[in-house]
């Protein structure tokens, strides 16, 4: 059964550090370099010193967001509350021309390998980034954003319904922060309350949604704690904070992980294999991208296309730029980014090209890397459904890095698990 528990959390006291708005950012996947540099302007105390410092500024960034996070601490600016609790949230974000509002609550969930099938992984994770927050657990024994997972309710969504009448009291948070959802949050403390919801879950299974390389740097932290000492049962160590949101939510959104391949000796033998497919249409020639209009209804003609594979390829190669469409309904695979991976990259390239695909979600950063690199492969994908995401994690499929692109994810700042003593 998942192990939910409050948590004594660290959040900023406002007195000192000034207005919340400037002090959240976005997890640590999801800073481009141009928003990290905004990021350290808006404030001297914003989350990202922590949760992203910027390599080659400091000699070591773990140990930097450490010394930072102490300094903090020592000087009041973060204050640890003084009794167990969970954090109600509500999110209200603009999707298209709808303005959605998302339900959930932060707490702690006990670490649990994933053979217990109790906590449910849907992606494959890359090594470097694991042990990147492995090194920032370790270190600053901290954890400064919450995993995205999801939970199914019961048939009177009970769970949901209590955490909908908490939201309409007054929170203690309401904040419009720049980049990221409206946010409210409701600390909850009564021991009562937190156990209707806590006890719900003695049966339920914890679908990861965003966080796969934080959830499993938590186990690899735990692990190598286990080898030298007994970990006592209420040790923070043994838990990592998430925010849970309900299956049936209608705040859960998906959006596109588009993937572009780039300084790769290999390049352009990639892209000969590539447009030889029979499956390729060639659509435009000598692209012009100084802005990202091009690239827009590009993604909306993929998104339109109702094969069961489709996906879009627009290549550079010198000062060349052409686009492609892929479609095909000839596959084994029920998704777009498991049959890119496992079937079409596979079989074009028949080397290890995982590790040259960097992943991004906003076309204006694809624009910006097809401008400023000679040779660059991009595939400009469509999200995958929820209805399919839901369908892969129950029948236990791991598919390719960073596929489910949640919209939006859970901010980094608005409360802090320190992994030192007990919950």
């Not at 990202?48 to 996070?69: K, W």
């Not at 099938?117 to 600053?140: F, S, Y």
């Not at 980014?337 to 076309?363: A, C, G, M, P, R």
Request: glycine share 4%; with cysteine.
């Amino acid at each position: 059964m998942a192990q939910l528990r409050p948590f004594k959390g660290i959040r900023y006291n406002q007195e000192i550090s000034g207005d919340l708005t400037k002090n959240v950012c976005p997890p640590f996947d999801s800073i481009s370099e141009t928003l990290q540099e905004n990021l350290y302007k808006i404030s001297d105390y914003n989350t990202v010193r922590l949760e992203l410092g910027i390599r080659g500024m400091y000699e070591d960034p773990y140990f930097s967001a450490a010394e930072i996070q102490n300094s903090w601490i020592k000087n009041e600016v973060l204050t640890q509350d003084d009794s167990p609790s969970i954090y109600v949230t509500e999110e209200e974000f603009k999707f298209g021309d709808q303005v959605i509002t998302r339900k959930g609550f932060i707490c702690a969930i006990k670490v649990e390998e994933y053979k217990n099938k109790i906590v449910i992984p849907h992606e494959k994770t890359r090594e470097e980034w694991v042990e990147d927050r492995q090194k920032l657990m370790e270190v600053a024994k901290s954890n400064y954003s919450p995993l995205l997972c999801l939970y199914e309710d019961d048939s009177r969504e009970t769970i949901a319904n209590l955490v909908k009448s908490i939201s309409g009291k007054k929170p203690y948070i309401d904040i419009e922060p720049d980049y990221l959802q409206k946010i409210k949050v409701w600390r909850v403390t009564d021991k009562g309350t937190i156990s209707l919801i806590t006890d719900n879950f003695n049966k339920s299974k914890i679908y990861i949604a965003d966080g796969h390389h934080r959830y499993e740097a938590g186990l690899r932290y735990l692990s190598k704690i286990n080898k030298y000492r007994t970990i006592e049962e209420n040790e923070s160590i043994n838990y990592r904070m998430i925010q849970l949101i309900s299956m049936n939510e209608p705040g859960l959104v998906t959006r596109s992980y588009h993937r572009f391949i780039k300084s790769d000796k290999n390049i352009s033998k990639y892209i000969k294999t590539i447009v030889s497919d029979e499956n390729i249409t060639h659509l435009e020639k000598n692209l012009s991208l100084e802005n990202t209009k091009y690239l827009q209804s590009f993604y909306k003609s993929i998104l339109e296309n109702n094969n069961d594979i489709s996906f879009g390829i627009v290549i550079k190669e010198g000062s060349e730029i052409n686009s492609y469409s892929y479609s095909n309904n000839n596959t084994s695979k029920n998704n777009d980014y498991s049959f890119l991976h496992d079937v079409f990259l596979q079989e074009k390239f028949n080397d290890n090209f995982e590790d040259n695909i960097s992943f991004e979600t906003d076309l204006n950063e694809i624009n910006n890397q097809l401008q400023i690199n000679d040779k660059i492969i991009v595939f400009i994908m469509r999200p995958i459904p929820m209805k399919d995401f839901v369908k892969t994690v129950q029948s236990g499929e791991v598919l390719p890095p960073k596929v489910t692109n949640f919209l939006p994810k859970p901010p980094a700042g608005l409360v802090f698990q320190s992994l030192e003593g007990e919950l």
